[in-house]
Antibody
Framework: QVQLQQSGAELVKPGTSVKLSCKASGYTFTSNHMNWIKQTTGQGLEWIGIINPGSGGTSYNVKFKGKATLTVDKSSSTAFMQLSSLTPEDSAVYYCARRYLDYWGQGVMVTVSS | DIVMTQAPLSVSVTPGESASISCRSS???????????VYWYLQKPGKSPQLLIYRMSNLASGVPDRFSGSGSETDFTLKISRVEAEDVGIYYCGQLLENPLTFGSGTKLEIK
């Protein structure tokens, strides 16, 4: 069965970076694009961007350009999202989800605090 | 960006009754291929969103047929017939026609 297993919760300091992972199983990793989505209480669901695991090609929401960087490791069927120059406004739950959002990871809470 | 506007913000339903949630897009979601790219998701308390309806009216795998989706190019409805306790959560519509993907602000369904 399709599963997206995300890494654990992160508590990070302002100004630093964090790299989140999303390990896919149960399907051919390179056959399905991977989205990343941010959820906060105030802003709801926000689409960050998408990556094609086969080619590495990416598309980003303008709002997150320079903030998020999407990559993959095909050998381990894992997608990554690096968030840089973190501020408290980046505190949220982050999800990975397949191309048509048919399968989602369990989410990872990122807390940015000094 | 396409704006998705949902209503109501919350709905309280007696078990066994029906509920409807509306969603309106700021742009037609009908693609030239004839597919309307509106999707519906349910986020149960403490869980990730799960897909209910894809391409406006198609039931996702494993979803009870009490759920149905309908609409036009810009106005969409999710109907839940015979509401059960397990249906509580926040319902979101989303458009997958173009990037950036965008979502409604959510409708919270509670049981009376």
């Amino acid at each position: 069965q399709v599963q997206l297993q995300q890494s654990g919760a992160e508590l990070v300091k302002p100004g630093t970076s964090v790299k989140l992972s999303c390990k896919a199983s149960g399907y051919t990793f390179t056959s399905n694009h991977m989205n990343w989505i941010k959820q906060t209480t105030g802003q709801g669901l926000e689409w960050i961007g998408i990556i094609n695991p086969g080619s590495g090609g990416t598309s980003y929401n303008v709002k997150f350009k320079g903030k998020a960087t999407l990559t993959v490791d095909k050998s381990s069927s894992t997608a990554f999202m690096q968030l840089s120059s973190l501020t408290p406004e980046d505190s949220a739950v982050y999800y990975c989800a397949r191309r048509y959002l048919d399968y989602w990871g369990q989410g990872v809470m990122v807390t940015v605090s000094s | 960006d396409i704006v998705m506007t949902q209503a109501p913000l919350s709905v309280s339903v007696t078990p066994g009754e029906s509920a409807s949630i509306s969603c309106r897009s700021s742009k037609s979601l009908l693609h030239s291929n004839g597919i309307t790219y509106v999707y519906w998701y349910l986020q149960k308390p403490g869980k990730s969103p799960q897909l209910l309806i894809y391409r406006m009216s198609n039931l996702a795998s494993g979803v009870p047929d009490r759920f149905s989706g309908s609409g036009s190019e810009t106005d969409f409805t999710l109907k839940i017939s015979r509401v059960e306790a397990e249906d509580v959560g926040i319902y979101y519509c989303g458009q997958l026609l173009e990037n950036p993907l965008t979502f409604g602000s959510g409708t919270k369904l509670e049981i009376k």
